[in-house]
């Protein structure tokens, strides 16, 4: 991080399929090694498998699956006097998606079946439908927070 002055942001263009940014910034987290065209289509069948049998198409469905992963609050710890406290702070719409993609992502790599597309579309199936190891750590968060709701004057 610079000292003097804040860092751009850089702008991302959307994927080629569905022209979505969301969508290209999950792909680029997937990625490994600078295999794009692998997270491509890991990403993509993973999302058309899981718009099977359901109303919206594959962008609405993994947007629903990635709104029920985000976390709204977090805790951060804070140092005030010797102790330290879990202040619950409320976190942006960008950095709350981000963390949604890393835990999908991180669960979805653990588990146990075969081929990473098989493993990402059953997390998302899992966030989808509001159950699943990304959904119990955004639940878990919140819980944390709820917890520690007394400390939430020394927000800074």
Known sequence: MPRKSFSSKREIMPDPKYGDLIVQQFINKIMKAGKKSTAEGIV???MERLAEGK???PVGA???ALESARPLVMVKSTRIGGATYQVPTEISLEKSIA???RWIITVSRARSEKTM???LHAELD???HKRGTAFKKREDTHKMAEANKAFAHYKR
Do not use: N, R
């Open 44 to 46: 993509y069948s993973a």
């Open 55 to 57: 109303e919206e198409g």
């Open 62 to 64: 993994f947007k629903k």
């Open 99 to 101: 963390i949604a993609m």
């Open 117 to 119: 597309m098989a493993k």
């Open 126 to 128: 899992d966030a989808y």
